[in-house]
């Protein structure tokens, strides 16, 4: 069985007020300006070859044999890449095994880090080591050629999928579909339980009608999280109906819960909402199913638009599953 956390950067320019911001602007031109601005710089939009956990990829690759390629090693377009389970192994070889050599454990661990934040880095050893004893437990694929063609690099194991590919796969965040959990099974330590606080902080801002809105019975499966494209009907209450002081904490919520990754990859992710009619497309919904401590606060919920679905089950155990790009 299986089921992951997040924290991040700085949305707003120092130079500006944003309250003073909001009230020159406007809802519809912050939701339009917000996407490009971090901490006054321009978001440059996905890593590259050069980033550098691909840099580290990229020597990982190098020091792979011609029989350990033969294990983890597949061209880009292998089905493989393609699957997502919030428990399972892409390869059998564990990183812990004889498999691998020193060097190339400390090149994984090292990947690891540059994709992800350090907060985020710090909550994801804790994570492995409670739900499988340790990194050591994970296993990695390469797909495709650093330097040469496409390529992709892939961890996964329990309640855990992450990716680093240079921008690889066009307008997607990631590379592609993650994964992050946690088996903790009391609501209040779970490591993602302040991701569930921060959200449920703007689900308590909604008025009654909205709420209404917002709460649903019965979530989808967790796993469901097919980018709908444009035009589609999204669970919840769209993030165009808040007041201005509710989308200051929506935004909060959506930096809160994309705080565990790489700014390159957080940079990405906003400019693909920004193309795609920014965060105002969006919408968030909150499930009645599974309120662990019956405390209505909602431990299922739900962030979904046109390129962005962020689904988080957190009951009985965390499991996230996110997918975020522009629909071909």
Same mark, same amino acid.
Request: include cysteine.
């Given at each position: 069985?299986? =089921?992951?956390?997040?924290?991040?950067?700085?949305?707003?320019?120092?130079?500006?007020?944003?309250?003073?911001?909001?009230?020159?602007?406007?809802?519809?031109?912050?939701?339009?300006?917000?996407?490009?601005?971090?901490?006054?710089?321009?978001?440059?939009?996905?890593? #590259?070859?050069?980033?550098?956990?691909?840099?580290?990829?990229?020597?990982? *690759?190098?020091?792979?044999?011609? #029989?350990?390629?033969?294990?983890?090693?597949?061209?880009?377009?292998?089905?493989?890449?393609?699957?997502?389970?919030?428990?399972? =192994?892409?390869?059998?070889?564990?990183?812990?095994?004889?498999?691998?050599?020193?060097?190339?454990?400390?090149?994984?661990?090292?990947?690891?880090?540059?994709?992800?934040?350090?907060?985020?880095?710090?909550?994801?050893?804790?994570?492995?080591?409670?739900?499988?004893?340790?990194?050591?437990? *994970?296993?990695?694929?390469?797909?495709?050629?650093?330097?040469?063609?496409?390529?992709?690099?892939?961890?996964?194991?329990? =309640?855990?999928?992450?990716?680093?590919?240079?921008?690889?796969?066009?307008?997607?965040?990631?590379?592609?579909?993650?994964?992050?959990?946690?088996?903790?099974?009391?609501?209040?330590?779970?490591?993602?339980?302040?991701?569930?606080?921060?959200?449920?902080?703007?689900?308590?801002?909604?008025?009654?009608?909205?709420? %209404?809105?917002?709460?649903?019975?019965?979530?989808?499966?967790?796993?469901?999280?097919?980018?709908?494209?444009?035009?589609?009907? *999204?669970?919840?209450?769209?993030? #165009?109906?808040?007041? #201005?002081?509710?989308?200051?904490?929506? %935004?909060?919520?959506?930096?809160?819960?994309?705080?565990?990754?790489?700014? %390159?990859?957080?940079? %990405?992710?906003?400019?693909?909402?920004?193309?795609?009619?920014?965060?105002?497309?969006?919408?968030?919904?909150?499930?009645?199913?599974?309120?662990?401590?019956?405390?209505?606060?909602?431990?299922?919920?739900?962030?979904?638009?046109?390129?962005?679905?962020? =689904?988080f089950r957190g009951s009985d155990h965390v499991h996230a599953y996110i997918n975020i790009g522009i629909k071909g």
């Amino acid at each position: 069985m299986s =089921h992951t956390d997040v924290d991040c950067c700085a949305w707003n320019d120092p130079t500006v007020n944003r309250r003073a911001f909001l009230r020159a602007a406007g809802g519809t031109a912050l939701a339009a300006t917000i996407p490009t601005l971090f901490g006054g710089r321009i978001v440059q939009g996905a890593p #590259s070859a050069q980033s550098a956990a691909e840099t580290v990829v990229g020597q990982f *690759y190098g020091t792979l044999t011609d #029989s350990q390629k033969k294990v983890i090693a597949f061209p880009f377009d292998h089905e493989l890449r393609q699957r997502i389970s919030a428990n399972w =192994h892409v390869t059998k070889p564990l990183i812990d095994d004889d498999f691998y050599s020193k060097e190339q454990r400390h090149l994984i661990q090292e990947i690891v880090r540059n994709v992800t934040s350090p907060d985020g880095y710090e909550r994801l050893l804790r994570q492995t080591e409670f739900d499988d004893g340790g990194l050591g437990a *994970y296993s990695v694929a390469m797909f495709g050629e650093p330097g040469k063609d496409k390529f992709q690099w892939e961890l996964t194991g329990r =309640h855990l999928t992450l990716r680093a590919d240079g921008n690889s796969v066009d307008q997607t965040a990631f590379g592609g579909p993650i994964i992050y959990g946690h088996g903790e099974t009391e609501a209040k330590d779970n490591l993602y339980y302040y991701q569930t606080q921060q959200v449920n902080e703007l689900f308590r801002a909604l008025d009654p009608k909205q709420a %209404e809105v917002a709460l649903l019975s019965t979530a989808p499966k967790e796993s469901a999280v097919a980018i709908q494209g444009p035009n589609q009907k *999204y669970p919840g209450l769209a993030a #165009s109906e808040f007041s #201005s002081d509710q989308k200051e904490l929506f %935004e909060k919520s959506l930096k809160t819960i994309l705080s565990p990754y790489r700014q %390159e990859d957080v940079d %990405e992710v906003m400019a693909i909402l920004k193309q795609t009619g920014g965060i105002e497309q969006l919408h968030v919904a909150f499930y009645q199913q599974g309120d662990l401590d019956q405390d209505k606060m909602w431990d299922i919920w739900r962030v979904e638009g046109p390129s962005f679905v962020w =689904h988080f089950r957190g009951s009985d155990h965390v499991h996230a599953y996110i997918n975020i790009g522009i629909k071909g």
